[in-house]
C-alpha cells in the first residue's frame, strides 16, 4: 500500500535532505513552512512512497536532519512568559514525521 511521508525539517538541513532523497530516487515536494512556536522557515517535504520504500525514506532523512540547540528569546510569541525573561534553549533540527495511508494516488 503506498503511504505519504510528510517530513517537517529545520532549512539548514532541508537541502541536504532534498538533495539526498531525489538522489536516491524518491519523488519529493518540498514545501516552504514555518514552524509554529520559534516562526522561524522550515521545510515540509511531502514524499509518496510504497511501504517497502518507507525505511530508506526515513534513514535518508534522519541522516541529514541534525539536531540542534537554539536560544529562544523573552519576546516571542510562543514564549508567553513560559521561559521567563531570559528566554531558553530548544531543540531544534532533526525531523518531525509523520507518515499516513494514501486512500488513491492518480497523476494525469
Ligand atoms: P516549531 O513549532 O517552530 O518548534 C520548534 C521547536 O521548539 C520544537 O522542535 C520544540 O523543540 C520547541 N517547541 C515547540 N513548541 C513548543 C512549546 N509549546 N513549548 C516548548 N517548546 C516548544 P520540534 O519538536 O523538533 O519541531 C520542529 C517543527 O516541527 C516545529 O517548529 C513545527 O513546525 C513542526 N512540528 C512539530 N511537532 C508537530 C506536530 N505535532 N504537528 C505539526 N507540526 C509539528
Same mark, same amino acid.
Given at each position: 500500500?503506498?503511504?505519504?511521508?510528510?517530513?517537517i525539517?529545520?532549512?539548514d538541513?532541508?537541502?541536504?535532505?532534498?538533495?539526498?532523497l531525489?538522489?536516491?530516487?524518491? *519523488?519529493?515536494?518540498?514545501?516552504?513552512?514555518?514552524?509554529?512556536? !520559534?516562526? *522561524?522557515?522550515?521545510?515540509? +517535504? !511531502?514524499?509518496?512512497?510504497?511501504?517497502?520504500?518507507?525505511?530508506?525514506?526515513?534513514?535518508?532523512?534522519?541522516?541529514?536532519?541534525?539536531?540542534?540547540e537554539?536560544?529562544?528569546?523573552?519576546?516571542?510569541?510562543?514564549?508567553?512568559?513560559? +521561559?521567563?525573561?531570559?528566554?531558553?534553549?530548544?531543540?531544534?533540527?532533526?525531523?518531525?514525521?509523520?507518515?499516513?495511508?494514501?486512500?488513491?494516488?492518480?497523476?494525469?
Amino acid at each position: 500500500m503506498m503511504k505519504l511521508i510528510i517530513a517537517i525539517v529545520n532549512n539548514d538541513d532541508a537541502h541536504f535532505v532534498n538533495t539526498a532523497l531525489t538522489a536516491e530516487g524518491f *519523488n519529493i515536494t518540498k514545501i516552504s513552512s514555518t514552524g509554529g512556536f !520559534l516562526m *522561524n522557515g522550515n521545510s515540509t +517535504f !511531502l514524499i509518496g512512497v510504497e511501504d517497502e520504500q518507507i525505511d530508506r525514506a526515513l534513514e535518508v532523512i534522519k541522516t541529514h536532519s541534525k539536531k540542534r540547540e537554539m536560544n529562544v528569546p523573552m519576546n516571542l510569541p510562543g514564549n508567553n512568559g513560559v +521561559f521567563g525573561a531570559s528566554g531558553a534553549s530548544v531543540s531544534v533540527g532533526g525531523a518531525t514525521v509523520f507518515i499516513v495511508d494514501v486512500e488513491k494516488y492518480v497523476r494525469f
